[in-house]
């Protein structure tokens, strides 16, 4: 810090702002329904001002538009002459959202996908409480059982056979099918054993598919994340999350360590940043001083 008090470098502002920037865009975000998950693009670049650039723009108002009217709905745009050129897109909100929260969700992500993939021929960006999609790549009704993102929770205290049970349990719960002869359920959540989970499938896949999906992320929840207190397995068409007590977003009492380290972290970082800028503009003013008076 002294040496940086001696000789300011405008170099030093550079970090000091990054830091600051960084630190705002750590922030939480607004509500636990927008808050991000992932968000992908494809290696493939469309050329600037081209019909393909019309069609995505047509694609993502449209996700918003219908957003406020809809749960769920599929795209097929044209956008060029060949068929490379059409583009496929999907939107689909969080099964217990209500109308007005989805549509806020959507708009979100639509805002957040055009940002990450600008120029990209396709993209992908799941927040808690929606998911977007649009690619020139045919992917509607196509089952992929990618894995995504997963993340494991603290185990439990002891690494007991109860608590594996009661997981084994949840997740049973939560994969059996509806086989009542009412309508296919894409979505799905409940509590077992003081133990909430989620499943959801995007609803272009058929009910076996979906079936099938869920089944795969359960099986990866239960050999990746042993007796995890909450877990979460997104995959490219599905996905199933549970946890203690049944806070999803994390910031309960017992699951909330990373958020709390995320934002400890971003008021350190953003404090960090402060003091930085704070000396580097002092020992500016000492400099000037300096230099006025050795002018004189
Ligand atoms: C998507 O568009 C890009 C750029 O125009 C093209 O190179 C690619 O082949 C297209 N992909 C498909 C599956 O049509
Ligand atoms: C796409 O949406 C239409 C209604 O807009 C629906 O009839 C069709 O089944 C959907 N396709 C898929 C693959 O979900």
Redesign the pocket.
């Known amino acids: 810090m002294s040496a940086a008090a001696k000789a300011p470098s405008p170099l030093l502002f550079f970090p000091a702002i990054f830091l600051l920037a960084l630190s705002l865009l750590a922030s939480p975000s607004t509500s636990d329904t927008e808050s991000f998950i992932f968000g992908g693009c494809s290696q ?4 600037p001002g081209s019909p ?1 650039e019309n069609g995505i723009n047509s694609v993502l108002t449209s996700f918003v538009n219908n957003a406020m009217f809809a749960p769920y709905n599929n795209f097929t745009v044209p956008a060029g002459t060949t ?4 583009i496929y897109g999907v939107f689909q909100c969080r099964g217990d959202l209500d109308q007005s929260s989805c549509s806020r969700c959507v708009a979100r992500a639509v805002s957040q996908v055009g940002t990450l993939c600008s120029g990209a ?1 396709g993209g992908a960006l799941q927040l808690d409480g929606c998911f977007v999609k649009y690619d ?3 992917f509607l009704g196509v089952e992929d059982k990618t894995v995504v993102i997963k993340k494991c929770g603290p185990g439990s205290d002891s690494y007991d056979a109860d608590a594996l049970a009661r997981r084994d349990a949840v997740l049973g719960y939560i994969g059996a099918s509806n086989g009542d002869g009412a309508a296919y359920k894409f979505y799905r959540d409940g509590w077992s054993g003081g133990m909430r989970a989620v499943a959801q499938c995007v609803q272009d896949l058929s009910p076996g598919e979906c079936q099938d999906c869920l089944g795969e992320a359960i099986g990866q929840l239960k050999s990746n994340c042993g007796a995890a207190r909450w877990a979460d397995m997104f995959l490219a068409k599905c996905y199933v999350r549970y946890s203690e007590g049944g806070d999803h977003s994390h910031d309960g009492h017992d699951h909330n360590d990373d958020d709390e380290i995320e934002k400890t972290l971003a008021i350190l970082i953003g404090l960090i940043a402060g003091v930085t800028l704070v000396i580097v503009f002092l020992s500016f003013l000492g400099k000037a001083c300096d230099s006025a008076k050795e002018g004189k």
């Open positions: 493939l670049k469309y050329l393909y068929s490379a050129d059409t021929c020139n790549s045919t």
